[in-house]
Nanobody, 124 residues
Framework: QAHLVESGGGLVQAGDSLRLSCVSS????????MAWFRQIPGKERELVGV????????YLAESLEGRFAISRDVSKNTVYLQMNGLKAEDTAVYYC?????????????????WGQGTQVTVSS
């Protein structure tokens, strides 16, 4: 399983932007779909979006379309989550996750590798 390390979280004001990064140790990074999830204390972890391993299809939660975007840099084994127009309700711990090789999914069980999470706090 890949070792994933997120970074880029922090405390921002409503309306600000943040870019989260997730570096993978897996040499087969480009053959894995990469997802971002988020979790608010006391609530279930929810899917933010998934970048298909082919790198050309992205699924984003409908409520986040237009504000969030996922991209990757294969040369750096890194996936990004660009978050614009942040709102207080975006406050959560954000996790990146890697799928099994050459697979795509949108549920927790589709992603066996997880990072430790990075806190994003948006003040209103």
């Amino acid at each position: 399983q890949a070792h994933l390390v997120e970074s880029g979280g922090g405390l921002v004001q409503a309306g600000d932007s943040l870019r989260l990064s997730c570096v993978s140790s897996d040499r087969t990074f480009s053959r894995h779909s990469m997802a971002w999830f988020r979790q608010i204390p006391g609530k279930e972890r929810e899917l933010v979006g998934v970048l298909h391993y082919a790198g050309i299809i992205t699924y984003l939660a409908e409520s986040l379309e237009g504000r969030f975007a996922i991209s990757r840099d294969v040369s750096k084994n890194t996936v990004y989550l660009q978050m614009n127009g942040l709102k207080a309700e975006d406050t959560a711990v954000y996790y990146c996750a890697a799928s099994r090789e050459n697979s795509f999914g949108r549920t927790l069980s589709d992603f066996p590798s997880w990072g430790q999470g990075t806190q994003v706090t948006v003040s209103s």
